[in-house]
């Protein structure tokens, strides 16, 4: 695996951690309409990087099927979403501003309840990047190294203020600021471990590229409709998480066109 790949996969992972750091630089909590556009600003990443760097790329993948050159994208977003679905139902976890967890009943503390959350929302994402670097090292034509390096950034950049959305909580809930800062690392550890993993899996399962392209893309749309849409509209009335869903959108989409 060459030095690229292994940035590559890191780059949001990083993110997530410089994220994290704002625990050591403000003082207070992020207020409700801050966490609301932040969370709309990560949706529209999520969702233009599953429509333009894994979507589209999983239907050229495909063009030779003809009249069925949707078939692997259909099958593989249903399928990353039933595995996300599973997950969900699974696992126990607990949403930004929810009172009552979700999955099994557990009496796991609160915040780590909160760690889980966060962590079943990187798993696609961390699969999503691991995916599109297998296929680059496959020499996929339909990817390139600019397309995944895009992917890669603008999922960092939405994990920047999910880092902190993590860590400054956990500080507010009475742990210290090392602990809620490794709290917010830890939560993205998910990422670069998944990635890799889906590395050397793809690499060994090139014929069904486009499948796993649109799996990563249907896991990820799950996240957004079942997690971060409801979040970024949580409360009184507000427009500011469709506009940040909006502006992350079309950031996500320019930095896919102009670097892939």
Do not use: C
């Amino acid at each position: 695996m060459n030095v690229s790949v292994m940035i590559g996969v890191l780059i949001p992972f990083i993110g997530t951690s410089l994220g994290a750091a704002f625990v050591f630089f403000m003082k207070r909590q992020l207020g409700r309409n801050v966490q609301r556009a932040l969370t709309g600003f990560a949706a529209g990443v999520m969702t233009a990087a599953s429509v333009w760097s894994l979507l589209i790329p999983a239907i050229e993948q495909s063009s030779s099927m003809g009249v069925f050159t949707f078939v692997p994208a259909v099958a593989g977003f249903w399928i990353g979403t039933l595995f996300l679905l599973v997950l969900d139902k699974t696992v126990p976890h607990l949403h930004m501003f929810a009172e009552n967890a979700e999955g099994h009943k557990s009496k796991l503390a609160r915040t780590t309840m909160m760690l889980l959350a966060v962590t079943l929302h990187n798993i696609p994402e961390g699969m999503a990047v691991g995916v599109m670097y297998a296929g680059l090292l496959a020499g996929s034509t339909d990817i390139s190294v600019g397309g995944a390096l895009a992917l890669a950034l603008g999922i960092a950049i939405q994990n920047v203020p999910e880092g902190a959305i993590i860590s400054m909580p956990l500080h507010a809930e009475g742990k210290s600021k090392p602990i809620a800062f490794l709290g917010g690392v830890l939560s993205g550890a998910v990422e670069p471990i998944g990635a890799l993993i889906t590395v050397v899996i793809s690499g060994l399962m090139i014929p069904v590229m486009p499948y796993l392209l649109s799996f990563a893309a249907g896991a990820m749309i799950y996240v957004v409709v079942e997690e971060l849409v409801p979040e970024m509209s949580e409360g009184e009335h507000s427009n500011v998480g469709v506009i940040m869903f909006g502006i992350g959108f079309t950031v996500m989409m320019a930095l896919d066109v102009s670097l892939g």
